[in-house]
């Protein structure tokens, strides 16, 4: 069983940073995929960036590339997303998830309970 618990969400401002972070409880953090995903009202989830359990591969959706970057420390049990040049198209809550990869794409298996995350323009 893995617990996450999202935190760093909030306001900003287009063209803002804003850096969300995911603290994982539990065992064996390193030996999940872990990804973010996000979910703008009416609208599904999706999503946002995964990464490796090692760290050495990330998986970005086309929207964020070059924006966002998603990294980890398994030494602390948390994965990041810092998110550059904010645009209000990012606002969503933003949800952390633990799981496996299946060739390009994340299958999650455990979630946060998410955090909003609101771009002013």
């Known amino acids: 069983q893995v617990q996450l618990v999202e935190s760093g969400g909030g306001l900003v401002q287009a063209g803002g940073s804003l850096r969300v972070s995911c603290a994982a409880s539990?065992?064996?953090?390193?030996?999940?995929?872990m990804g973010w995903f996000r979910q703008a009202p009416g609208a599904e989830r999706v999503t946002v960036a995964h990464i490796s359990g090692s760290g050495g591969s990330a998986y970005y959706v086309d929207s964020v590339k070059g924006r966002f970057t998603i990294s980890r420390d398994n030494a602390k049990n948390t994965v990041y997303l810092q998110m550059n040049s904010l645009k209000a198209e990012d606002t969503a809550v933003y949800y952390c998830?633990?799981?496996?990869?299946?060739?390009?794409?994340?299958?999650?298996?455990?979630w946060g309970q998410g955090t909003q995350v609101t771009v002013s323009s």
């Open positions: 539990g065992r064996a953090f390193s030996t999940y995929n």
């Open positions: 998830a633990a799981g496996a990869q299946l060739g390009a794409a994340m299958i999650p298996r455990y």
